[in-house]
């Protein structure tokens, strides 16, 4: 398989720094070698692939902020380059590392600060030893994978809150 190379039509390159093409390339390295040739089966048995979860913490793709805490305090285009590159695989994939970092760590430390909470979950979350959930009720659809054939919608058995 030929490495992605993307596509740059606004020459948005220019502006990154080289840390922030470093993060670019490790991210779509591991995507390319990883993650594209194992995903068409895990989407056609409907199983997300789990064992990728600890390869994308050592990565550091869930320590994007803030710094310390097992995090690398990284800034909001990095974070944004990490999950397009994971989009570009797998919408399963990315939205894990968003639940975990965004939705999950980043309310921990900007409401909690410096408290014992942040010192006691973030770096376990960081390093994926915790994680964060999230679900949609009643999903009508599902998200089309790298390899482009459509999902088979997902049907839920929990019932939805009323509102």
């Known amino acids: 398989m030929t490495p992605y190379s993307g596509l740059d039509y606004y020459a948005l390159d220019d502006l990154l720094t080289d840390e922030e093409r470093m993060i670019r390339k490790t991210v779509r390295d591991f995507v ?13 048995r409907e199983a997300f692939p789990r064992h990728l979860i ?18 690398a305090g990284l800034n909001n285009i990095s974070y944004g380059l990490i999950c397009q590159e994971l989009e570009r695989c797998d919408s399963g994939l990315r939205s894990m590392v968003s639940v975990q970092g965004s939705l999950c ?11 014992a909470e942040s010192k006691r979950w973030l770096p376990a979350m960081a390093a994926v ?19 482009g054939k459509p999902a088979r919608a997902p049907t839920a058995t929990s019932s939805s809150c009323p509102g």
């Not at 390319?32 to 056609?44: F, G, K, Q, Y």
């Not at 030893?129 to 390899?147: D, E, L, M, N, V």
Request: with cysteine.
């Open 105 to 115: 760590m980043h309310p921990i430390h900007a409401f909690r600060l410096e408290s």
């Open 32 to 44: 390319d070698r990883e993650a594209v040739p194992i995903i068409e089966d895990h989407h056609t």
């Open 129 to 147: 030893r915790r994680s964060a959930a999230s679900a949609s009720p009643s999903p009508t659809t599902a998200p089309i994978p790298a390899h």
């Open 54 to 71: 600890p390869r994308m913490a050592e990565l550091g793709f869930l320590r994007r902020e803030p710094e310390g805490y097992g995090c």
